[in-house]
């Protein structure tokens, strides 16, 4: 296999690998939904690292590009988490039988507010659940970029277990 520069993907397509591996990770965590948590996340975490191996390994994408597209998706995950666990907690104020008095409104303003805070929390780990492994995934593939296919899988092999 040919593994000069000239053969590489362009850049832009870090950012494809880097959406796919998102993608392929949340299907896979859902697939392995009745294995546990810990299956759950290691599918995940498993399918980013490779993402982003692939987004400097496939491409002439630098690091720092790979690394972009994998922050820029995790602030987009956790945007969305957030936005999906606040509007749950508001839906659920919004349907709770009220008397209209100062006290209901207050009682759903706080139950609101939890919920704000529950999604800002889920939304920070989220955030750093895809950029961690996406980075992980972006130096190793650059760091061994010159190597041929099996090199570089036992390269990335090792640098996950260290």
Do not use: C
């Not at 870090?14 to 990770?25: E, P, R, T, Y």
């Not at 209209?100 to 805070?117: H, L, M, Y």
């Amino acid at each position: 296999m040919n593994n000069s520069t000239s053969s590489k993907l362009s850049p832009g397509f870090a950012w494809l690998f880097a959406l796919l591996s998102l993608v392929v990770g949340a299907g896979l965590s859902f697939a392995f939904k009745g294995l546990g948590s810990k299956a759950m996340g290691g599918a995940y975490f498993a399918s980013l690292v490779v993402g982003g191996f692939l987004a400097t390994y496939m491409t002439r994408a630098k690091t720092g590009g790979a690394v972009l597209a994998f922050l820029t998706l995790a602030g987009g995950a956790a945007a969305a988490y957030y936005l999906v666990i606040a509007k749950l907690f508001s839906t659920v104020a919004e349907a709770a039988p009220t008397a209209g008095s100062a006290a209901d409104v207050a009682a759903t303003k706080a139950f609101e507010a939890v919920g704000n805070g529950i999604g800002i929390f889920v939304a920070v780990i989220v955030f750093f659940a895809t950029f961690i492994p996406g980075t992980i995934g972006a130096s190793v593939g650059s760091s061994v970029r010159g190597k041929t296919g099996m090199e570089a899988a036992g390269a990335m092999a090792k640098s996950l277990a260290a």
